[in-house]
């Protein structure tokens, strides 16, 4: 039995959940998120004590993997819902900055051309400062995959550390070419 899959998921006060067969949707202060879950998988809430199974019907690889994955994302959509994920970046580079103007984040980061990136849907960005970006959403998946494209318009390199990484993210350095003797 999956450790994780077996767990249930516990919906305090203030988030509303509902099952139509095998679609999950949870409501709280923050939004509303859905999830249509596997076939095989079947999601049960008890409203009396306010816990969410999930239950696989056999124990074939593929079955046990889903039984995991299907609990924690409803696990995450409960947690998203009550308080939004946040990833913060931070763009490291002399004249590296970046903006945002309406729905779009501007990236100057040693390229011809500004880069500009649309926000998704259910995603806020802030950019407290020139240097810093705050991605914010609900849905923890699109918080990661958009900030993970942020950082793929020039991930941190390994010489002197410029590029666009995590808050708090260790970038391993290397040594510069070493004096090249003559003779």
Known sequence: MSRIGKQPVVAPDGVDVSISGNTVT?????????????????VTYDADSRKITVSR?????????LHGLTRSLINNMIIGVQEPFVKRLEVVGVGYQASLSGNELSLQVGFAN???????????????SP???EVKSIDKQAVGQFAADIRN?????????????FQGEHIRR??????ASGG
């Open 153 to 165: 318009v020039r991930p941190p390199e390994p010489y002197k550390g410029k590029g666009i990484r």
């Open 174 to 179: 290397k040594a510069g070419k070493a004096f």
């Open 57 to 65: 019907p056999n124990d074939q690889r593929e079955n046990r993997a």
């Open 26 to 42: 949870v409501k709280g202060k923050h939004g509303e998120l859905t999830l249509d879950a596997h076939p095989r998988m079947s």
């Open 131 to 133: 240097t810093a970006i």
């Open 114 to 128: 500004t880069v500009k990136l649309p926000l998704p849907d259910k995603v806020t960005c802030n950019v407290p």
